[in-house]
């Protein structure tokens, strides 16, 4: 792609270089692994020659379904088995459209596995002459809760969520994460439950304790 253009903090050298990147955010504080690119540009057509609005909204919407089909058919490749999808978005932004994707893997996400993803992303979206950016980025230590499942995987993790309406007073909260119950999400604080329905749920993400996480280390030292 000619007019491809990419932002790629490659991994620092030196004896850390080889270790997955989130391993080094962890204890470095370094940024995740990201990576932006895309095609870029002006309009893909002047004003005199441009689109009628109902066959740019159909080209728009046949774009959006082949990011998102090419995506979510990632996992299922073994090139790219063990990749977790967590999020996407698309939406227009000046002239282009601006696509994310949020991912993870056991054991964190690279550069290189970040530049495979955008690789195949930008192979499949290769037919559409409209500008487009593509970023993507490792779903971190405090990565996201997306979807219900999430919230039993995480059992036992702290998290934050926060709700669109009030609940006990607040609309952010902080606990132990407990599973589902119905269609409640249960947050376990201060000896007490604290129910919060799905269908409230503006975010929710992971909350990484240092300190526990060490703790668990240790505990996993002597358990030895």
């Given at each position: 792609?000619?007019?491809?253009?990419?932002?790629?903090?490659?991994?620092?050298?030196?004896?850390?270089?080889?270790?997955?990147?989130?391993?080094?955010?962890?204890?470095?504080?370094?940024?995740?692994?990201?990576?932006?690119?895309?095609?870029?540009?002006?309009?893909?057509?002047?004003?005199?020659?441009?689109?009628?609005?109902?066959?740019?909204?159909?080209?728009?919407?046949?774009?959006?379904?082949?990011?998102?089909?090419?995506?979510?058919?990632?996992p299922?490749?073994p090139?790219?088995?063990?990749?977790?999808?967590?999020?996407?978005?698309?939406r227009?932004?000046?002239?282009?459209?601006?696509?994310?994707?949020?991912?993870?893997?056991?054991?964190?996400?690279?550069?290189?596995?970040?530049?495979?993803?955008?690789?195949?992303?930008?192979?499949?979206?290769?037919?559409?002459?409209?500008?487009?950016?593509?970023?993507?980025?490792?779903?971190?230590?405090?990565?996201?809760?997306t979807?219900?499942?999430?919230?039993?995987?995480?059992?036992?993790?702290?998290?934050r969520?926060?709700?669109?309406?009030?609940?006990?007073?607040?609309?952010?909260?902080?606990?132990r994460?407990?599973?589902?119950?119905?269609?409640?999400?249960?947050?376990?604080?201060?000896?007490?439950?604290?129910?919060?329905?799905?269908?409230?749920?503006?975010?929710?993400?992971?909350?990484?304790?240092?300190?526990?996480?060490?703790?668990?280390?240790?505990?996993?030292?002597?358990?030895?």
């Amino acid at each position: 792609m000619d007019r491809a253009q990419r932002e790629n903090a490659a991994p620092p050298g030196g004896p850390e270089a080889g270790k997955p990147a989130m391993d080094r955010a962890q204890r470095n504080g370094a940024p995740l692994p990201r990576l932006l690119r895309g095609r870029t540009g002006g309009p893909a057509h002047s004003a005199e020659g441009s689109q009628p609005e109902a066959e740019s909204l159909q080209t728009q919407s046949l774009f959006t379904e082949s990011f998102e089909r090419v995506v979510h058919a990632l996992p299922h490749q073994p090139e790219f088995r063990g990749v977790e999808i967590v999020a996407t978005q698309a939406r227009r932004s000046h002239g282009a459209t601006a696509l994310g994707v949020t991912i993870d893997r056991e054991g964190g996400v690279d550069v290189a596995t970040c530049e495979r993803v955008a690789a195949r992303i930008n192979a499949a979206l290769d037919a559409f002459t409209d500008p487009y950016t593509l970023e993507i980025e490792s779903a971190g230590l405090n990565r996201p809760l997306t979807k219900p499942a999430d919230y039993e995987r995480f059992a036992g993790r702290d998290v934050r969520i926060v709700s669109t309406l009030p609940i006990e007073g607040a609309k952010t909260h902080r606990g132990r994460l407990d599973g589902v119950r119905g269609t409640n999400v249960i947050l376990a604080r201060e000896g007490k439950e604290l129910p919060i329905p799905l269908a409230v749920i503006k975010s929710a993400n992971l909350e990484y304790d240092v300190r526990a996480d060490l703790q668990r280390a240790k505990q996993r030292e002597k358990n030895r």
